[in-house]
């Protein structure tokens, strides 16, 4: 039997929309498979007592999607016009370098630009500047911070997708959708009720429908099979009891967001073995898109967060060449009043110190109550808050990947390869918050965690020539799978720096035109907006789209459009050095030990390893600790670094042992004892039975019996626990060791990162060894003399 449909779209954010609307004006059958829930007019959350009253995916399908996944924190949208509901508006086009490698054949920015003029045409994008409200607060602080920095050749205002009309009866757009213009309420990100968001459902979606497109919501995608022809997708059906539903169509276009099209074919490849010839390259190639979030308290003026759209200011920083270029945008940013706890939460001056221990999730669990009380305390000191967003290129060399027995989502990401890029953007917020009279704090998961965060999450399903290089075809068609195409975030090749969904948008509206022009055997056909014709409405009225009948809508010629960042000037030597040092420090540590599993007395440290020594229970690590910037290593209570490097535990790892996947290191914690000190050293695995672990050690300096600091500083008190919080069950008891010849060892291994000035490095190691030296004065000598 014939597939009911020619079409099937599963997703609607930007290559979503993109795609539905395109095969609909083709004449295509199509259908719209959407997980998340339409938001009509007024319709968006605003409860801000209860997180799950609409708010969390996870909640009766609300709206966000936030997945604290192994390596990184994912921040995505839910519900019909994907991440267009919850973005901050920017649209840019990459500078033409950034096509310069790791795209396919044909792939340039003059190649897509026709395609960016027409997003630019169906979003309706203009910079704040369009705008007769005049420019809000924060952007007039951003035009002093550019010009305090000698930034001013790089300071822009970019393109935003909103509706800049003044207040006054809705009108509708160029689709016959009904809008209102923007009230500068800073809502952007939880949803715009007034609709001057000029978001999907208003535009490409709007027009899909027009077209005959059917769109079912709540209905989440779990499987896709071939069939001949076609394919056959599985829903769940949550409008209706969470009922399993087919439907069967020609072609399948996945635009379910970089992170979701990408393990919904692990799944389909790795457990129902439904697309098993889907390429090895799956889950490469993911970019966090160098995202990175930073925040200012008590700045000197008001900078209002909660005034003007989201985003409406960029800066350009452009350093170093070749291997060594570091090129990132600095976007400032703002929050909805009811924001302004959760922010809070986030000052270490005000939100009491934070337990150096605490790993992702229990950390997130500890922020969420913070927030709370601090919500409760909400007052005028919220005006002078504010939110830095910087993104840039980032190696693009993470892994989205199953874990092999819990088959839980996770991201490889190697933060130390990432680390030039993420210590400039600190340079940078540390430079913007002096310029506003105060210092930057940081998002907690990368202060203590050094976790990314990322809401640009672009990657895992590369285009490529080849099978061996990436998942589809340069036109987004998969490998191995005719009629199966993935049209979003995950098809990009590399990370593109700026804010992406122009570029997911522009690359599916290429595709999407090679698919139709092949489908419907017509290798001219471009998008009815590029040929438009005066004679005949192109989007006729429906009432279901609240149009005003009396307005006629006829498509109107896509203009060659002009991107700001066009205008950016940047010297020939580069951006203004950051006057802000970030100089860091590595080193490697190897300790060997034993650990007894299951030992009757989990706390008998000593007894553990006495057992485990008699039984062979080996435990070794070789590790390397990096500390990314070394005056907050040295400022911050926790004083913590990354630690990455392979563990071997007997029983436990593989023969090969199990890499550490983002671990943490603290120095010197305090306890609540007053001459006591602890090392904490936290690593997380995988085991050989696919299972997560936590090795949770310890070294406890203190002035106890006789001068024993070599031994306090190199006995590392140790538990192993099931799962990758600490709050895990104990399997594995014992001690590991820094042994002498090892330490020594250890001291050659010492580099310093981000200078190659013998004198400044020279002070980086002094500036450390004074503060280790330091701490262990305190324990062992003061205390004999206070
Ligand atoms: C807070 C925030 C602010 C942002 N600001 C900007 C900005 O200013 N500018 C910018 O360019 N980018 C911004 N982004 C990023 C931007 O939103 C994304 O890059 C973009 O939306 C990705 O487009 P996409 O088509 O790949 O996927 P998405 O837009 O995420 O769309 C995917 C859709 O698929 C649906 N879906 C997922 N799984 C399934 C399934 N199994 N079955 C059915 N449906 C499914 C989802 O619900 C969603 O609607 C922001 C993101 C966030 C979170
Ligand atoms: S500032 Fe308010 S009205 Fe304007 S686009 Fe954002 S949410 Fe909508």
Redesign the pocket.
Known sequence: MAPAYDALV????????VAACRLAQAGLSVRV????LRYPKGSFPRDFEDPRNGWL?QHRQGL??IKLLKGMSV??????????????????RPPPDVFASGWPEGYSRESLDPYYDLVAHMLDVQPITASARGLPPKTKRMQEVAKKLGREAQFFYPN?AVRFAPAGEPMPNKFGVLQEGCSYCGE??IGCNRRAKNT?DLNYLAVAEQRGAEVTTQ????RIEPLSPGYRVT?TDHANAGMQRTVDARRVFL????V??TE?LLRNRDVLGTLPDLSARLGTRYSA?GDFLAFAFDTKEPWDPAVGP??TTGMVVDEGQGKDKTWFLFQEGGHPVQAAGLMMAMDPDRAMTLPADLLQRELVKVLRTRSKEMAAIENERGRFQAVFLAMGRDKSNGRLTLSPITRELQVQWDVPANLPLYRTQEQLCEDVARALGTRAAYNPLWERLHLPVS????GGCAMAEEPAYGVLTPDGEVHGYPGLYV????ALPVGVG????????AV?ERNVEQVIRQVKDAPTWVAPERVPTKAAPAYPPRVSMRMMPEVETVASPVVPGTDPLGDVVVPPGGTVASPTPVVGLRFTERMKGFLQPNHPSPEDFAGAARAGQRGGQTAEFVVTITLPNLDRFLAQESHGGIVQGTLHVRGFTPPGGAPVENGVFNLFVGTERFYERRMLYLMPFTGVDGQPYLLDGYKEVNDDAGFDVWSDTSTLYTVLRKGHERTGPIVATGIIRLHLPDFLQQLTTFSVLGTSSPLKQADAMRRFGGMFMGTLWDVFARAKFD
């Open positions: 599963i997703g609607t954010g930007f290559g979503g929309a498979l959407e997980r998340g995916w966000f999607d921040v995505q949208a839910a519900g019909y016009g994907g991440g267009s509901l919850i973005y901050a508006n920017v649209h840019l935003l952007c990100d999907l209905a989440e995608v779990t829903f635009c379910a967001g970089a979701n099209s919904l898109n989201t985003i809401v640009h999450n672009l049209m979003d975030g995950a700026v804010n992406p969904s122009s570029s997911i948008a599916a």
